[in-house]
């Protein structure tokens, strides 16, 4: 009847199956990515999102933390298995106070994921001719090396890569 119509005339939906993708040559790298570190959100007010995160959802949430070298304040949101990093400009050059004025509410700015060699990132990601948003790393909020990597060469999100 109609079941047997409709299991013979609904279409098929592939799967991707991880040992076919793997099997494409993925070219040896000197470095390797690590697991995502955490995804930051610029927020307006600093207070209210960490009130949201803390006193709404129950997560753990950091104090903020001044990153002058970075024009921002920082707090981390505890999660399971990553964090979430709340942004807020810190001084009148800050990047996150030109995209608050592009995007009033706040939103997603980047995301950081682990690298375990970010020298050798650096050199390999230069000549793929992925622009790099600053000569050399700097240190970022765990203490550690950091790049940043245009947007328009990540389809349009800005992407961290920190130091494992």
């Not at 076919?20 to 990515?33: D, E």
């Amino acid at each position: 009847g109609l079941l047997t119509r409709l299991q013979t005339s609904a279409p098929t939906i592939g799967t991707l199956s991880t040992s076919n993708y793997h099997s494409h040559s993925i070219p040896s790298s000197l470095w390797k990515l690590g697991r995502l570190n955490h995804i930051a959100i610029a927020v307006p007010d600093l207070e209210k999102a960490q009130a949201f995160y803390k006193d709404v959802l129950g997560a753990r949430v950091s104090e903020a933390v001044a990153l002058p070298e970075h024009g921002v304040y920082t707090v981390f949101v505890e999660l399971g298995n990553t964090k979430l990093e709340l942004l807020h400009p810190l001084g009148e050059k800050s990047p996150i106070a030109s995209f608050l004025q592009k995007n009033k509410m706040g939103g997603m700015h980047h995301i950081c994921i682990e690298v375990d060699d970010i020298k050798g990132a650096v050199t390999e990601l230069k000549e793929k001719k992925i622009r790099i948003l600053s000569e050399e790393p700097k240190i970022g909020a765990h203490g550690k090396p950091v790049i940043f990597l245009h947007p328009k060469d990540c389809h349009g999100v800005l992407v961290e890569l920190e130091q494992a």
